[in-house]
DNA sequence: CGCTCGTTTGAAGCTTATCAAAGTCAGTGG
DNA sequence: CCACTGACTTTGATAAGCTTCAAACGAGCG
C-alpha cells in the first residue's frame, strides 16, 4: 500500500545501481504511512526528535532555517522521490525544518524498520547512503552558487538543478515541469531578496532562457540555460554501476 | 602504524557513540598509508576517481571547486579527525578537489577494505554514515550564512565552528588553536572578497570578539562570539548515546 | 638588499537590500 | 456583473554592502 518499489524513489535507486531481488523484496516488506499537507505546512518540525523518516511520493518540500532577525534560509529543496530526512535516523536531533512548498504526499517509515531492513543489506545500505551523500552534493553546490555566483547564475543553475533530478525520476515532461512556487520562496533558496529575484527572473525571460507563469516552468533551451549556469550535472551521480 | 583507533577519528567516533570491543578490533585491522603535504598542496584532484578514501591526521584542508571565471569556492574545512572524502567510497566521482590550507599528515585507506570492514558491522557503518550526516549539515549551516548572514555573522560563525569542531577531537587549548591560514582562503569560505574579509576581521578584532596574527587564533570571549554569530552547536551532535 | 607573498588602505562603482507604492489576478459576496 | 479582498508580482527610489582596481606597507627569504 505505501509502494516503496512503485515509489520515484526506487527510480531514484535503480537508476544508480541494479535492485537485487532480495533489495526489492526487503524494500517491498517496508511499510509505512501516507499523509498530505498544503504549501506552507510544515511536515517536520525543527528540533524535533522523531522516530519515522519521510519519503516525498509527491510535490516540492523544502528544509527550512530561521534565523532571529526573522530572516529564513532555505537549505536544499526536495523533489519527488527524495527520501527528504533519512539522516534523521542518524542525528540526535534536525537543526531544521521541513515545509511542503507545494500541495504533497509523504510516506513515513519507522527508523527501527528502516535499521532492521539496512542491517541485512549492507548493499541497501550503500544504496540508502549514496542518497545522502548526493544531498551532501547538492548542498555543495548550493554553495558555491551562493559564494561566487551572479543573482542570474545562481537561479540558473537551481533551474537546471530541479530539471535534472526530476528527470533523473522521469517526472519532467521534455523541458517542462509543474513548479507552483512563489518568488519569495525562491529568494529563501538562493539568498536574495524577493525583489532582487524578480528582476533576475525578468532579465531571465528576456534573454529566453526561462519561461514561467508561477505554474509552469519551461527551459526552452536548456543547452543555453546550463551553459549560462555553469552547469554540469555531474554532482548528481546520474550513473548506473555496482555501488 | 596508522592506527585508525589512536586517530582524533576514533576520538570523533566515540565522542557520540560508545565503541565496543569488536568495533575496535575491526578499525584495528584497518591498514592505511600515511602521506604529508605542504600548503596549497592538492590532495585529491578534481574528477578522481581513487579507490581510496583518506583521513585528516592533523592540519587543516579544504574542499575547492574551481569556476570557470577564475574564482573559487571553498564547500568545507576540514579539521584532523575528519574522515575527508569517505563519501568518494560511494559517489562514481567527486566533483570537487581537496586541499591542504596548512601541513597536513594524511592516512589513506583502500574502498575495498573500507566496504569489507562496514559489512560485517552495522553499527560501525552507522557511525560512519553518521560521520558524513554530520558533513552536510555543516554544509547546510554555511549555506545558511551565506544566504543570509552578514559579514561579520559569517565569520564569527565560522570561527565558532572551528573551535567547537577542535574541542570535540580534543585539539583546542581553551579558547585558542594554530590556524596558519590566509585571509584569501578565508574569503574563498565565506564566499566574500579578500579585501571586505580583511576589514570585517578588522571590525571581529575592535570588537574583542577575536584575536588572530595569521598564526593562532583565540577567542577572549566565546559566549560573546557565539552570541554574535547566532551560533547554536546542535549540528554538530555532540551527543553521546546508542545509534 | 631586493624580491615575493600577504595584509592593509583608499577610492570608485556596481550589486543588492530596503522601503514604499502600484499593478495584477483569483476568489468572494453583494 | 461589479466592488472588495488578499496574495503575489512588478516598479521606483535610495541606501548600504561589497567588489574591484590600485597602491602602500611589512615580514620572511635567497
Given at each position: 500500500m505505501t509502494a516503496v518499489l512503485d515509489s520515484p524513489f526506487a527510480a531514484a535507486l535503480n537508476r544508480r545501481d541494479d535492485l537485487s531481488d532480495e533489495d526489492r523484496r526487503l524494500l517491498e516488506m517496508l511499510t509505512g504511512t501516507v499523509r498530505l499537507y498544503g504549501p506552507q505546512e510544515e511536515i517536520i518540525a525543527e528540533d524535533s526528535t522523531a522516530a519515522e523518516s519521510c519519503l516525498l511520493l509527491e510535490g516540492f518540500a523544502v528544509r527550512v532555517h530561521l534565523l532571529p532577525d526573522g530572516g529564513r534560509q532555505i537549505t536544499e529543496i526536495n523533489v519527488a522521490g527524495d527520501f527528504v530526512d533519512l539522516h534523521g535516523m542518524l542525528l540526535s536531533k534536525l537543526d531544521h525544518s521541513v515545509?511542503?512548498?507545494?500541495?504533497?504526499?509523504?510516506?513515513?517509515y519507522g527508523h527501527a524498520d528502516l535499521k532492521a531492513m539496512l542491517a541485512v543489506s549492507p548493499h541497501l545500505t550503500r544504496l540508502f547512503w549514496l542518497m545522502t551523500a548526493i544531498d551532501a552534493a547538492i548542498q555543495r553546490a548550493w554553495i558555491v552558487s551562493m559564494g561566487r555566483r551572479t543573482s542570474e547564475g545562481r537561479l540558473a543553475h537551481f533551474f537546471c538543478e530541479?530539471?535534472?533530478?526530476?528527470?533523473?525520476v522521469g517526472l519532467a515532461s521534455g523541458s517542462s515541469f509543474s513548479f507552483?512556487?512563489?518568488q519569495a520562496d525562491l529568494a529563501?533558496?538562493?539568498?536574495?531578496?524577493?525583489?532582487?529575484?524578480?528582476?533576475?527572473?525578468?532579465?531571465?525571460?528576456?534573454?529566453?532562457?526561462?519561461?514561467?507563469?508561477?505554474?509552469?516552468?519551461?527551459?526552452p533551451d536548456p543547452d543555453g540555460l546550463r551553459a549560462a549556469a555553469d552547469f554540469d550535472p555531474t554532482y548528481l551521480d546520474l550513473v548506473k554501476r555496482p555501488r
Open positions: 515545509v511542503a512548498l507545494t500541495r504533497c504526499r509523504v510516506a513515513f530541479v530539471l535534472c533530478r526530476l528527470e533523473a507552483p512556487v512563489r529563501d533558496m538562493v539568498g536574495l531578496s524577493v525583489v532582487h529575484v524578480n528582476r533576475t527572473l525578468q532579465r531571465l525571460r528576456q534573454m529566453g532562457l526561462i519561461v514561467w507563469d508561477g505554474a509552469t516552468l519551461t527551459i
